[in-house]
């Protein structure tokens, strides 16, 4: 059985039909934060709500990398490949230092607590920008049930100068985020309030030369469910988690395919010795496809 929906003709060049949707590890409670290490050669995701980081390795499978994560849910690197995480029960933003220790990027605004971090993405700038929905307090399953003291908001923080700015305050519950190849665009997925029947969409905004973000209309409306988090390929195709899997979104917005996947998906990330393999955390299971693409290639 065929797990392509190819809906544009190109996308059935971004696929390779003899490969499989391997089932890589299972068992978990709601993965999501995927990303590849290839230096190690590992993928390392959260177990949101079992509160521990996992490490899968070719060969090896899976073993534990932290735990308590604090609940940490997303994860990009920085520029010097160093691990940068979101953390729903800390509500903060953390880097992992070469030696293993862990430095505070951000954990209040304005004088007041963080909801709780979500989705992470690094600028070829250094600039660290995540999103700060409230789905980590608004119950005990994600992290620790408290009460909101933000906006549910994108920050933009400079590590070097320490310098934190709200980017997009106009959202509902802001989610996956990620850049355009040349970083011309920033995306941004609202996954509305929880216990709320908020839109659900992932908007695109210009990145003007000053830095600041312009535009922010909406690119496109996931169905079925809704966009957790995506990556880019690197002709800025954007693959996004939906109900029934995984959704490939051209640059003008039109939906290409899907990868249907037999679990909900959360969120994806480009890995493998030459980026051309897609791993999808999804519910339980964390699974791997081969692609005729490759990750998006940082400037
Ligand atoms: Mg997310």
């Not at 050669?41 to 735990?67: H, K, Q």
């Not at 920050?155 to 985020?177: E, K």
Request: aromatic letters at 10%; a negative charge; one cysteine or more.
């Amino acid at each position: 059985m065929s797990y392509f929906e190819i809906t544009e003709p190109v996308f059935g060049t971004y696929v390779i039909r003899n490969a499989r949707l391997k089932q890589l590890a299972t068992g978990f409670d709601w993965v999501e934060g995927p990303v590849w290490f290839g230096d190690a050669n590992c993928l390392l995701f959260s177990d949101i709500p079992s509160n521990r980081i996992m490490r899968w390795t070719p060969g090896e499978g899976v073993t534990v990398y932290r735990a308590p994560s604090n609940f940490a849910n997303g994860h990009t690197r920085d520029r010097e490949g160093r691990l940068v995480s979101c953390e729903h029960g800390a509500r903060r933003v953390s880097r992992t230092e070469h030696d293993g220790s862990l430095t505070v990027i951000a954990d209040s605004f304005q004088g007041k607590r963080l909801n709780s971090p979500n989705d992470v993405v690094v600028k070829s700038d250094g600039t660290i920008w995540f999103s700060d929905p409230h789905y980590g307090i608004v119950s005990n399953y994600e992290g620790h049930e408290s009460a909101q003291e933000l906006p549910c908001h994108v920050y933009r923080v400079d590590p070097a100068s320490g310098q934190m700015d709200a980017m997009v305050t106009d959202a509902a519950c802001p989610n996956g985020l990620a850049f355009s190849p040349d970083e011309s665009r920033f995306y941004m997925a609202d996954t509305g309030r929880r216990f709320c029947d908020d839109p659900t969409h992932i908007r695109v905004f210009d990145v003007k030369a000053d830095g600041s973000l312009g535009g922010g209309g909406i690119f496109h409306v996931v169905t079925p469910g809704k966009s957790d988090g995506f990556r880019l390929d690197s002709d800025g195709n954007i693959w996004t988690s939906a109900a029934d899997g995984v959704h490939c979104i051209a640059p003008d917005g039109r939906l290409l395919g899907k990868i249907l996947v037999p679990e909900l998906v959360s969120n994806v990330c480009f890995g493998g010795r030459a980026k051309h393999v897609l791993f999808i955390t999804a519910t339980t299971s964390v699974y791997s496809v081969a692609l005729n693409r490759i990750g998006v290639q940082r400037p």
